[in-house]
């Protein structure tokens, strides 16, 4: 269980390509770091890899083992994948946000489901009905290996042995890191490599409206999943963010759309969310600034959503917007 081989050897390694269309009134460049060229369409691959094989190395998982994890689809994805490579039962707890694409997905790789329809009653967010379902599978599986992307050093661990050393290989220089928060992940690996080589690079962190990661004040109803979470994260370190842009779902959607139309990037929603906050700091950036956005993950599994017209035309001001044709 060991051998890394096979597909789990294509993991890493993605494109960095320069968005000069999209940013090409800006003064400064822009790169994006395409993690949706990973084998499982997203950056989760890399923690979920790292997560599962740490766990086989600590003796944590044994060839019945089930593997159980809370995700809104991207991760539930990685490690079904991975699970499946290994031969490892994998049951998700999901919730009404994750795209229908996602399950067929899950399904596909042989994933056991189970959606938590009622949201948390004290906080009204769906991460905590999951986590709870989590801890009760754990009662009643036994031979269960819970990764808990939220808390696992393995999940930061791996963007900072990998993502970002790969962007570093490539660029003379960094002066803006834009990425995304959920998990806390990616941004605390890349953060604390660029600390550790001494680097001065801003990392800007992009979080949901009304997320409860950098506490954006006020509530917003969150129907795309991957930013964002309903409680701060074990993993989070707040002071590793030089600056927090929030976005709504809208924001995404727009930003999605344009990577679309000005550099045929199919990107899901977190990549459109990144992306308008650069829109939005664009005025603050100095001219001749290296810039970098790592996108999450691809788009296809957003076409009932982001790209589908009448779902977005559900989202206030989206037609004020102009995302409606």
């Given at each position: 269980?060991?051998?890394?081989?096979?597909?789990?050897?294509?993991?890493?390694?993605?494109?960095?390509?320069?968005?000069?269309?999209?940013?090409?009134?800006?003064?400064?460049r822009v790169y994006a770091k395409l993690e949706m060229m990973n084998p499982g369409g997203s950056a989760k691959?890399?923690?979920?890899?790292?997560?599962?094989?740490?766990?086989?190395?600590?003796?944590?998982?044994?060839?019945?083992?089930?593997?159980?994890?809370?995700?809104?689809?991207?991760?539930?994805?990685?490690?079904?994948?991975?699970?499946?490579?290994?031969?490892?039962?994998?049951?998700?707890?999901?919730?009404?946000?994750?795209?229908?694409a996602h399950l067929r997905t899950l399904r596909s790789l042989g994933a056991g489901i189970e959606t938590v329809r009622e949201p948390d009653p004290l906080t009204g967010e769906y991460l905590p009905a999951r986590i709870k379902?989590?801890?009760?599978?754990?009662?009643?599986?036994?031979?269960?290996?819970?990764?808990?992307?939220?808390?696992?050093?393995?999940?930061?661990?791996?963007?900072?042995?990998?993502?970002?050393?790969?962007?570093?290989?490539?660029l003379d220089r960094?002066?803006?890191?834009?990425?995304?928060?959920?998990?806390?992940?990616?941004?605390r690996g890349c953060a604390e490599r660029l600390r550790d080589e001494g680097l001065s690079t801003r990392v800007i962190a992009v979080d949901?409206?009304?997320?409860?990661?950098f506490e954006s004040g006020g509530s917003a109803v969150r129907r795309l999943p991957g930013l964002g979470a309903a409680i701060v994260p074990p993993l989070c370190r707040r002071e590793l963010a030089?600056?927090?842009?929030?976005?709504?779902?809208?924001?995404?959607?727009?930003?999605?759309?344009?990577?679309?139309?000005?550099?045929a990037i199919l990107a899901g929603a977190s990549s459109g969310g990144v992306v308008t906050a650069i829109r939005r700091m664009q005025a603050d950036i100095p001219a001749d600034s290296v810039c970098v956005a790592?996108?999450?993950?691809?788009?296809?599994?957003?076409?009932?959503?982001?790209?589908?017209?009448?779902w977005v035309s559900a989202l206030p001001g989206a037609s004020a917007e102009g995302l409606v044709r």
């Open positions: 269980m060991n051998a890394l081989d096979g597909l789990l050897s294509a993991i890493g390694r993605t494109p960095l390509v320069r968005l000069a269309r999209m940013f090409a009134d800006a003064p400064f691959d890399r923690p979920a890899l790292r997560m599962i094989r740490d766990a086989i190395d600590r003796g944590l998982i044994g060839p019945r083992t089930t593997v159980i994890e809370s995700s809104s689809g991207n991760l539930a994805i990685s490690l079904a994948l991975i699970c499946k490579f290994y031969g490892l039962r994998f049951v998700c707890v999901v919730d009404p946000r994750t795209t229908s379902r989590i801890r009760e599978l754990q009662e009643e599986l036994g031979d269960c290996c819970w990764p808990n992307q939220y808390a696992n050093p393995a999940n930061y661990l791996a963007h900072y042995g990998s993502t970002m050393p790969e962007i570093l290989r490539e960094i002066d803006y890191l834009f990425c995304g928060v959920s998990t806390f992940g990616t941004l949901a409206a009304g997320s409860a990661i030089d600056r927090v842009v929030h976005v709504t779902d809208l924001d995404c959607v727009a930003g999605c759309r344009e990577l679309r139309d000005t550099e790592i996108l999450p993950d691809r788009g296809d599994r957003y076409l009932d959503t982001v790209y589908d017209d009448k």
